[in-house]
């Protein structure tokens, strides 16, 4: 379930055509102002960085899983519509500043609401401070570490 709370039968509609998302009252996108191309270009920016942008990037991540899951309440799952990420890469590809390839925006949307889904996970389990504090890679020692010290902990 996305950060905001919808009800299902919005979700429905939104499921079967994706038109009506953009103009529900719910929606604070505005798919033909550029809004969404803009988004895409900030994440675009900052891929790779460390520090704040970092952690920029997870809350971006978790953007793209929240926007794909209210235009298609199945992707809670690793079910997401094909037909969902080529229209948003559309959007993108078609109003941004930047050139970019339509096939490397479509990557981009998969492999980012994929780890939305993950980071959407964690925060669920233990609130939105974990994507501050986790660390930006790890390694099987970290890992254990980590599972050792949360297990003496509790």
Known sequence: MP????????????????????ISPESKINPRNG???????????????????????????????????LINPSAAGDKADFKVYTQ???????????????????????????????YHKLTVSFGTAILFVIPDSYSLDLWVGTIFLFVVIN
């Open 88 to 118: 948003l890469a559309n959007l993108i590809v078609s109003q941004s500043r930047v050139t970019y390839d339509h096939a490397i925006v479509l990557s981009d949307l998969i492999s980012g609401v994929r780890a939305g889904r993950r």
């Open 3 to 22: 950060s905001s709370v919808v009800d299902s039968e919005s979700l429905d509609i939104w499921s079967k055509d994706l038109s009506r998302f953009w």
């Open 35 to 69: 809004e969404l191309a803009s988004f895409y270009d900030s994440t675009k920016q900052i891929e790779g960085g460390r520090g704040l942008d970092t952690i920029r990037g997870r809350f971006q991540k978790l953007f793209y899983y929240d926007l794909l899951y």
